[in-house]
């Protein structure tokens, strides 16, 4: 089971002082910029107590005074907003030939990206290979250990020993052990630990098109098929860390039930055309293939489309989510092909007519997806009340 690591909660002044900051970080993101009484309205905090607060907040570097706004008789209202450099979150995804990291300030700004090859995937030095590229992200961008609020680690699923285990994907030497502990034992740092789905969905609430959106699935095309689920505003995770694991469901393909990542993944692709003799390495292949409109891989969209039909309908009909959003490393062109060709199913209740957003949308794609996803847990975490308010 994967632990994420944090203060255990409890119901003392301290704790709802914390609680009570993150009602306000919260309103404060929401709006942008914004004054004292809408904070207190927005958060359910007295005039007074978000008053306290945002001294506090403003003391620790964490809000900055934004101008004032004008609003109708009396004195302009101060307006308060995100400090950018107040904190930074660094994100992690581990995948079994390389670690990617980022490093994000306080609005989710990335400030550095980098790509490291793995030797090996050995757990010590993956482990290793974390611990230096946290060293070198504090160094370039010039920022003490201290201005750092936690580690967001994405590993590829399942968690632990199950029936799943021994997937393409899979990391070895992980599944007995805490991944959570092992990173923040090494980081020395609050460590969150979530599957690449996941995170990836979490970063598209954050930053991208999913930003408002409180309950909402991500399939995430990494080297398989996951799923992301957020469910008002909260991952989805499951007992041992593990819902969302969509790419091992049967489906029906060109006659022939197989594995839904098997008929829509990166790998799936990568195999599909090696089969026809074409060595695809990256997404800048996919890319080129694709505009030179390569019949192969027009065969193996048409294939991922017809596999993620019922996939659609399962996810609609189980969870009700307000859109589902395909993305991650796989190129923009394949992604909006496979929606643009995906039939909705008709025997489903997202098929309703008023509707304010399409059932199939794009997300934010590319190789860091991710890993900036990575880095918005932490965020996440810093933003989202953990305790209910004290009354």
Request: glycine residues 10%; aromatic residues 4%; proline residues 6%.
């Amino acid at each position: 089971m994967v632990t994420t690591l944090k203060p255990q909660l409890g119901a003392n002044p301290e704790r709802a002082r914390s609680h009570n900051k993150q009602l306000v970080l919260r309103a404060v993101r929401h709006a942008g910029a914004v004054g004292r009484a809408e904070i207190a309205r927005a958060s359910g905090l007295s005039t007074q107590a978000v008053s306290n607060i945002i001294s506090d907040l403003l003391g620790e570097g964490l809000l900055i005074e934004q101008g004032h706004r004008s609003a109708g008789r009396g004195l302009p209202v101060q307006q308060y907003a995100i400090k950018p450099g107040g904190g930074y979150a660094f994100g992690v995804e581990v995948r079994p030939t390389a670690v990617f990291t980022a490093l994000i300030d306080l609005v989710g700004t990335p400030v550095l990206t980098k790509r490291t090859p793995l030797p090996d995937a050995r757990k010590m030095t993956i482990v290793d290979t974390v611990s230096d590229q946290m060293d070198h992200v504090l160094s370039e961008a010039q920022l003490k250990k201290d201005k750092l609020l936690g580690a967001g680690i994405v590993m590829p699923g399942p968690f632990g020993d199950t029936g799943l285990s021994g997937t393409a994907s899979e990391l070895p030497g992980w599944n007995s052990d805490d991944p959570a502990r092992t990173f923040a034992s090494t980081l020395d740092l609050p460590v969150f630990v979530e599957n690449d789905a996941n995170a990836a969905a979490m970063a598209e609430r954050m930053n991208g098109i999913a930003r408002g959106f409180d309950d909402f699935a991500y399939l995430y095309f990494g080297q398989g098929l996951g799923l992301g689920l957020v469910q008002n505003g909260q991952i989805i995770q499951g007992a041992f860390g593990n819902a969302g694991e969509i790419g091992q469901i049967p489906v029906l393909v060109n006659g022939k039930l197989t594995e839904l990542e098997s008929a829509a993944s990166r790998l799936s692709a990568q195999t599909y055309l090696a089969a026809q003799g074409l060595d695809v390495t990256d997404m800048d292949d996919l890319i080129s293939l694709y505009s030179s409109q390569n019949p192969h891989l027009r065969r193996w969209l048409d294939q991922a489309a017809q596999a993620l039909s019922p996939a659609l309908s399962i996810i609609e009909n189980l969870f009700d989510p307000e859109t589902v959003i395909l993305g991650g490393a796989m190129p923009d062109v394949l992604l909006d092909h496979i929606i643009q060709q995906t039939p909705l199913p008709v025997r489903s209740v997202s098929n309703r007519p008023d509707r304010t957003h399409p059932r199939l949308m794009r997300g934010t794609s590319g190789r860091m997806t991710a890993t900036l996803g990575a880095a918005a847990l932490v965020l996440h975490q810093a933003f989202t009340p953990t305790i209910a308010a004290a009354r």
